[in-house]
């Protein structure tokens, strides 16, 4: 990299480039994604503490997969042709501001999903149309100056655009929900079949295998403090308003360490080292990322609601205030179980038996509450299922890790 940020080539980086970790302006960006997860999770509580269930897990899917995706699209991009000039630069400062754009849409696109007439993402599609210019913009600066994967990056630029027009037309056709949901369906396919036809049947771009495995995991933790952060300050407003009290020591002990446990779950998985021998199996395991980042989001999300709970606000039981943390701590595990056995094409017995007795974890604690227990002690309960598998990687996985790695590396 140059000392100075003058107008260079985006010829493509070395997909084997040594030592190729993010850079700073990489982690800034994911600091204004954060954000935007933020304001889902926080819209996503609000509607789980008053009961409306469908409407809250329509909003938070579509909301987290629009966040996701405008990530995943530029880290890719990013892996392989970030060359840190001026032009590089002021693109990602007008992505960033496209994802502010599309945090601002949040409100209003859960509150018409709520009020069920129709799916208000008029804020949010602008906030995408501004990332897009910057992104075709990037990808045809990209084709120009990278001969060899020209036909790839104008994959990219064909697939970015044709969903773009599909979604601004969805602002202006104001259909109901029904209607609005299949189309949605159909462009997010456009979405996805995109970088799948560009890396595997148009050449491929020069992404670096360990660079982007290290962009996802600094994403997981970024959201994971995010996590930490949203449920510190539901349970600050609680203190104000009652006062310190077991219950609430229980619910910021029991979500701190719950955080910390699914971090520690999600780097027992050897992510770089195998997608440098196999670069085919990096689509499985980046959409499924997707989904990793809806769960810890989500988790978020049941966390707000358990300070709400116990301040005595919210519209639901203890029962679904638990289960609104357990089941998107269930998905967690077992994404990463599927990414794990897809990445390493393993399907480990021990590996199974042990998600199971986390699984028998999680249940019980939704049965602990509905027997009495309180919503602080059945967190506790839910932070002892992700530490209940670390503690069997350290002690006798992590041998089945090492031979499934010798095999997949041979």
């Given at each position: 990299m140059s000392l100075t940020h003058r107008l260079g080539r985006m010829s493509g980086r070395d997909p084997a480039e040594q030592h190729r970790t993010s850079t700073p302006l990489e982690l800034l960006f994911d600091l204004v994604f954060v954000v935007a997860f933020s304001a889902v999770s926080t819209q996503t509580a609000l509607l789980f503490e008053k009961g409306h269930w469908s409407a809250a897990v329509t909003g938070f899917v579509l909301g987290v997969f629009a966040i996701s995706w405008a990530w995943v699209n530029y880290s890719w991009l990013?892996?392989?042709?970030d060359n840190d000039d001026v032009f590089f630069r002021i693109a990602t400062l007008i992505e960033m501001i496209g994802v502010l754009v599309i945090a601002l849409g949040m409100p209003p696109f859960f509150r018409s999903i709520d009020e069920g007439r129709h799916v208000n993402n008029?804020?949010?599609v602008s906030g995408y149309v501004i990332m897009r210019v910057a992104a075709v913009a990037l990808w045809l600066r990209a084709a120009r100056h990278d001969p060899e994967h020209r036909r790839a990056c104008l994959t990219y630029v064909a697939a970015v655009s044709v969903a773009q027009v599909g979604w601004v037309v969805l602002i202006f056709a104001s259909l109901p929900i029904g209607s609005t949901?299949?189309?949605?369906?159909?462009?997010?396919?456009?979405e996805l079949l995109g970088p799948l036809?560009?890396?595997?049947k148009d050449g491929g771009t020069p992404w670096h295998p360990h660079h982007i495995a290290e962009r996802y995991s600094l994403l997981v933790i970024i959201t994971l403090g995010e996590v930490i952060l949203g449920a510190v300050?539901?349970?600050?407003?609680?203190?104000?308003?009652?006062?310190?009290?077991?219950?609430v020591v229980l619910v910021a002990s029991g979500g701190t360490a719950l955080a910390f446990a699914m971090w520690w779950l999600y780097f027992t998985v050897p992510s770089g080292r195998v997608l440098g021998h196999h670069r085919r199996r990096a689509f499985g395991w980046s959409y499924l990322h997707i989904v990793?980042?809806?769960a810890v989001v989500c988790t978020g999300a049941g966390l707000h609601g358990a300070a709400i709970f116990?301040?005595?606000?919210?519209?639901?039981?203890?029962?679904?205030?638990?289960l609104a943390v357990a089941l998107p701590v269930f998905v967690f595990e077992l994404t990463l179980v599927t990414i794990y056995s897809l990445l390493l094409r393993t399907a480990d017995r021990y590996h199974i038996w042990i998600f199971s007795a986390a699984a028998l974890a999680l249940v019980s604690a939704v049965v602990a509450v509905g027997l009495g227990a309180s919503?602080?002690?059945?967190?506790l309960l839910v932070a002892a299922s992700p530490a209940l598998i670390v503690v069997a990687y350290e002690t006798v996985g992590y041998r089945h890790e090492e031979q499934a790695l010798r095999e997949a590396e041979a």
């Amino acid at each position: 990299m140059s000392l100075t940020h003058r107008l260079g080539r985006m010829s493509g980086r070395d997909p084997a480039e040594q030592h190729r970790t993010s850079t700073p302006l990489e982690l800034l960006f994911d600091l204004v994604f954060v954000v935007a997860f933020s304001a889902v999770s926080t819209q996503t509580a609000l509607l789980f503490e008053k009961g409306h269930w469908s409407a809250a897990v329509t909003g938070f899917v579509l909301g987290v997969f629009a966040i996701s995706w405008a990530w995943v699209n530029y880290s890719w991009l990013a892996s392989a042709y970030d060359n840190d000039d001026v032009f590089f630069r002021i693109a990602t400062l007008i992505e960033m501001i496209g994802v502010l754009v599309i945090a601002l849409g949040m409100p209003p696109f859960f509150r018409s999903i709520d009020e069920g007439r129709h799916v208000n993402n008029a804020i949010m599609v602008s906030g995408y149309v501004i990332m897009r210019v910057a992104a075709v913009a990037l990808w045809l600066r990209a084709a120009r100056h990278d001969p060899e994967h020209r036909r790839a990056c104008l994959t990219y630029v064909a697939a970015v655009s044709v969903a773009q027009v599909g979604w601004v037309v969805l602002i202006f056709a104001s259909l109901p929900i029904g209607s609005t949901s299949w189309i949605i369906a159909a462009l997010v396919g456009v979405e996805l079949l995109g970088p799948l036809l560009a890396e595997r049947k148009d050449g491929g771009t020069p992404w670096h295998p360990h660079h982007i495995a290290e962009r996802y995991s600094l994403l997981v933790i970024i959201t994971l403090g995010e996590v930490i952060l949203g449920a510190v300050l539901a349970i600050s407003a609680v203190v104000d308003r009652s006062g310190w009290s077991v219950e609430v020591v229980l619910v910021a002990s029991g979500g701190t360490a719950l955080a910390f446990a699914m971090w520690w779950l999600y780097f027992t998985v050897p992510s770089g080292r195998v997608l440098g021998h196999h670069r085919r199996r990096a689509f499985g395991w980046s959409y499924l990322h997707i989904v990793v980042f809806a769960a810890v989001v989500c988790t978020g999300a049941g966390l707000h609601g358990a300070a709400i709970f116990i301040s005595g606000g919210s519209h639901i039981d203890a029962t679904a205030t638990v289960l609104a943390v357990a089941l998107p701590v269930f998905v967690f595990e077992l994404t990463l179980v599927t990414i794990y056995s897809l990445l390493l094409r393993t399907a480990d017995r021990y590996h199974i038996w042990i998600f199971s007795a986390a699984a028998l974890a999680l249940v019980s604690a939704v049965v602990a509450v509905g027997l009495g227990a309180s919503v602080g002690a059945a967190l506790l309960l839910v932070a002892a299922s992700p530490a209940l598998i670390v503690v069997a990687y350290e002690t006798v996985g992590y041998r089945h890790e090492e031979q499934a790695l010798r095999e997949a590396e041979a």
